[in-house]
């Protein structure tokens, strides 16, 4: 099987505090997984680590078989790892339509000329349309993001990602502030997503996490505890008394 995501012994010390403790992750090519832990466990510290936002105290990451641990987050980035945080960037006072179509023209290079692409490359505005077709966000497409509801917000976010045609897109807390209702209908889209496309998301809410990952990681004071299948993590005694208690399904 074809891995998407390595790490190896990943460690990241601030001063005397381990943050990241040895972790090593297999992320197959296609997967859906999700990281969990209890709040302080480390999880967007490796987040930040597999992206390059941090650079590991010792330890190897691996994109797509090619050691990238000392690549910089754009040459990643360009090279198909692709993330989105847990706090929302957008740009508000453009449609949905524009705001992708800009993330399109990056991507191929247009830079800050992206507006004349959009009247003058049809081919720009047919991409960015098919994302948000992809996201059922096609409705919304010349709505300026600040009047749409916080989950579609997400959705855009998620657009933006996809722009950049990633090979491995990782998702930090994606239904963060996102109502119960939108919450689910977000994830329910993220779920059709293409299998191209690898996903390791981050992820409280225990009743989407099992509705959507197919392996689970759980780390603990910076290190891997345990990765198996939803059920085999939702009967661990372990899991249990650190992290689940009574909130998986």
Not at 220 to 227: I, K, P, Q, T
Request: hydrophobic share 45%; charged share 20%.
């Amino acid at each position: 099987m074809s891995m998407a995501l390595q790490t190896h012994d990943l460690v990241r010390n601030f001063g005397g505090f381990v943050a990241t403790n040895q972790v090593s992750l297999s992320i197959a090519q296609g997967a859906r997984h999700a990281l969990i832990g209890p709040n302080g466990a480390g999880k967007t510290t490796l987040i930040n680590l597999l992206t390059g936002l941090l650079e590991p105290t010792s330890g190897r990451v691996a994109l797509l078989g090619q050691d990238v641990t000392r690549m910089p987050q754009h040459e990643r980035c360009r090279r198909g790892l692709v993330r989105t945080f847990q706090i929302n960037q957008l740009f508000m006072d453009m449609t949905v339509l524009e705001s992708v179509a800009l993330a399109v023209s990056e991507r191929s290079g247009l830079g800050t000329h992206w507006w004349k692409p959009m009247a003058s490359h049809g081919e720009v505005a047919d991409e960015a349309a098919a994302i948000l077709a992809q996201l059922k966000l096609l409705p919304d497409a010349y709505a300026t993001t600040r009047s749409l509801a916080y989950g579609r917000q997400r959705l855009i976010e998620i657009a933006l990602a996809l722009a950049l045609r990633p090979k491995v897109l990782l998702l930090d807390e994606p239904a963060a502030g996102v109502p119960t209702g939108e919450s689910r209908e977000l994830f329910e889209t993220i779920a059709q997503l293409p299998r191209e496309v690898t996903i390791l998301l981050i992820e409280h809410d225990m009743n989407l996490v099992f509705r959507f990952a197919e392996r689970i990681s759980v780390l603990v004071s910076g290190a891997l505890l345990v990765e198996d299948t939803p059920e085999a993590i939702a009967d661990h005694p372990r899991v249990k008394e650190v992290y689940l208690g009574d909130a998986h399904v």
